[in-house]
């Protein structure tokens, strides 16, 4: 049977459609009780209200911090209707029944969010708020919680559907939001004071999400997902606003987000192309279509069906080569109104703009699931150690150095074991996500011979290349096959107990070989 709804408590910091949804209860009947902003912008619209003060005889104190903490109204939203004692209880205490409760909770993250002053933040923690909901919440078999203005326009029509009352459906449905919203806001409270207490891993770690996108399916056509974002101030896939294409799918996100990161790593315009979340072609260029082109040249068999992030603006230029191949998605902070012409064309590639690059040096912390918990660390957000150290008896010149660190870069985001060979601001071949590092160092060979030969290229591209080691080489023979396949200089993190050894091979092949001393595991 549906609950009707005679009297309403209304107490909201936003206030958008506060007024359509008062005149709607007015002229339904309902008595409306409201506190302070929200209850001048429902006289303001013509709404007649009764001030939360004058109905409970006790008025707002210590600046509004207790305005509705009172027994009045949480007795109206808590008591069980029908239950002889709790009735007795209310006509002893002058207690009427509350039938909605109308709340959403003082901007908390917000106010965290523009960067305000620790005791403003402190000031902007709700109290009453969530007591309210709460309240209304546990008791939702007779009374009607709404949280968030999207819901009023589905309480407005229920109410109209149901002569006035809401249905048990609706209200199970809209409790669930609310003790949601209320765990949601403590959780951003409970962060927040970690954060200013400088506890990266509080004791008790609270994360809490807003569903933006639920999908067809997840990683497999059998597994469900969706996507969630947090409160985090990188920009990134989660944020990026789709401009054109399908739905994006849980592979589509895993694999864009590991490309936007990508090329966040670079100043100079650059390109990444990302197949199963690993780089099939990198590069640095005077321009992005430049960048583009020497990215695809890397491995166009792979970059079909792949995913394309660049950290520049796409003009029609770079949108015209793009489109030329199949692609599942492209982001870019921006691009323009040409290039979004160009790209339409395409009705099934997904374009994404994300307003900004990730910031790849921004603290944070990552996550992954177990068995009955989950893992949480820091992010990689270094590239190199503070001492980079050459450990042969030559020294990289200036163009091999420039390409080590660029090929550093790509490796920290490629999966462990990784090889990455660069040339000219460009991958040439990569190997990831092996067992071994001598059979990383051989595939990224491979790769690279395979599309010299479909190019009909005469010389190996890896000749008088650069190679970069995501970790240490065990033993001299990963490093050997990279010298037999013409490079030149190798940059990784040291630390084997077979050093000596690696740096007595890299010097009889005159290679140059740089330590970093960090390393950039990524399973």
Not at 80 to 103: F, K, Y
Not at 448 to 459: L, P
Request: charged share 20%; hydrophobic share 45%; glycine share 8%.
């Amino acid at each position: 049977m549906p609950m009707p709804i005679r009297r309403a408590l209304i107490s909201v910091s936003d206030k958008r459609g506060i007024e359509d949804l008062g005149r709607f209860l007015a002229a339904s009947g309902v008595e409306i009780l409201s506190t302070g902003g929200s209850a001048k912008a429902l006289r303001d619209a013509g709404v007649p209200v009764i001030e939360v003060a004058d109905y409970t005889g006790f008025p707002e104190i210590m600046d509004g911090r207790v305005k509705t903490l009172q027994p009045t109204l949480h007795g109206g939203l808590l008591a069980i209707r029908g239950n002889p004692a709790h009735e007795a209880a209310m006509q002893t205490h002058g207690i009427q029944p509350i039938d909605l409760l109308v709340v959403n909770l003082y901007p908390f993250e917000a106010t965290v969010a523009r960067g305000a002053a620790f005791d403003e933040c402190v000031e902007n923690i709700d109290i009453g708020g969530p007591a309210l909901i709460r309240g209304a919440s546990k008791n939702h078999a007779f009374v009607c919680v709404v949280v968030d203005p999207a819901d009023y326009e589905p309480l407005m029509q229920q109410m109209q559907q149901q002569g006035g009352g809401t249905t048990p459906d609706l209200r199970r449905r809209l409790a669930a939001k609310a003790f949601a919203r209320t765990a949601a806001y403590d959780a951003a409270i409970a962060s927040w004071f970690a954060a200013v207490a400088g506890e990266t891993f509080p004791e008790q770690l609270i994360i809490a999400g807003v569903r933006r996108q639920a999908m067809r399916y997840g990683e497999n056509p059998h597994q469900s997902a969706a996507l969630y974002s947090i409160n985090d101030p990188r920009p990134g896939v989660a944020s990026a606003k789709q401009i054109q294409g399908k739905e994006l799918s849980y592979n589509n996100l895993n694999d864009t987000d590991a490309a936007y990161e990508l090329v966040a790593e670079f100043a100079e315009p650059a390109v990444a192309i990302i197949k199963h979340a690993n780089p099939c072609g990198v590069a640095v260029g005077e321009s992005i279509t430049e960048a583009y082109l020497k990215a695809l040249a890397c491995d166009p068999v792979s970059a079909f069906g792949g995913i394309i992030a660049v950290n520049r603006p796409i003009d029609a230029a770079a949108a015209a080569e793009m489109g030329k191949l199949f692609l599942e998605v492209i982001i870019a902070p921006a691009i323009d109104a040409e290039a979004a012409a160009v790209l339409a064309h395409k009705k099934n590639l997904r374009v994404l703009v994300a307003g900004a690059l990730p910031d790849a040096g921004h603290p944070g912390i990552v996550f992954r699931s177990l068995a009955g918990g989950f893992l949480t660390q820091s992010r990689d957000i270094l590239t190199t150690g503070e001492d980079l150290k050459v450990v042969t008896r030559r020294a990289p010149t200036h163009a091999e150095m420039t390409d080590l660190l660029f090929a550093y870069r790509v490796c920290k985001h490629v999966k462990s074991n990784a090889i990455v060979f660069c040339k000219a601001g460009t991958t040439i071949g990569v190997g990831a996500g092996q067992m071994s590092r001598v059979d990383a160092a051989r595939i990224a060979v491979s790769k690279s011979e395979d599309v010299r030969q479909e190019a009909g290229e005469m010389t190996p591209r890896t000749t008088a290349s650069v190679v970069a080691s995501d970790a240490f080489f065990p033993f001299p023979d990963g490093l050997l096959v990279c010298a037999d396949a013409g490079a030149t200089a190798v940059i990784q993190p040291g630390g084997s107990v077979r050093d000596a050894e690696v740096i007595a091979a890299a010097d009889e092949r005159d290679i140059a070989m740089v330590f970093t001393g960090l390393r950039h595991f990524r399973h």
